[in-house]
């Protein structure tokens, strides 16, 4: 019933579409998302991973998942993020993968929704260090779709794997263009 209600909704109402999947057999995997410039961008992936039907989570600093919102961010799929222990960020995300057996990790790698010029990238030495692949995701306002691009296995060579990843995204338009980051034809 909700699938139904999300399906009206995203794709009536809204006028949204969706333009491939992940293929149930992966697992384990970071969603590269891109762009990532307003609040509109969280209820565009919760419409999606409802209509799609396969569990995709994000991570947030633990303190969030207390009492009592907890309950309500472990149910949307979040995973609190333990620092503790000397683990900087890239170790402890990368550690969550061993320890689920399904594990799809959206991160906005802009890292904010203002405008940057560069990306961070940790969403890449997650993948990398948990040996998932990197499947790339564009919010694209200007065409009103949500596009799943090929997964690409991290090689460990950062630059080269970039220029593939973000051909995703070029001409893609966030809610605020302005703020989100451009991918240009021969990134």
Known sequence: MKKQFYKWLFFKVMGWKII????????????????????????????????????????AKKELFRFPFGYYFRYMGGAPLDRTGGLNRVDAIASLFAKKEVFRLAIAPEGTRKHVTE?????????????????????????????FGTPLQPSGNIDQDLLILNQHFIGVKGKIPEYGFQVKENN
Not at 30 to 51: E, K, N
Not at 121 to 133: C, E, M, Q, R, S
């Open 119 to 147: 990306l961070k990238t940790g969403f890449y030495y997650i993948a990398l260090k948990a040996d998932v692949p990197i499947v790339p995701v564009a919010f694209d306002f200007g065409k009103k779709e949500v596009r």
């Open 20 to 59: 491939g999947t992940i293929h149930p057999s992966i697992k384990k995997c970071v969603m590269m998302v891109l762009p990532h410039t307003s609040a509109h961008d969280f209820y565009l992936g919760i419409f999606t991973r409802g209509i799609i039907g396969l569990e995709m989570n994000f991570v």
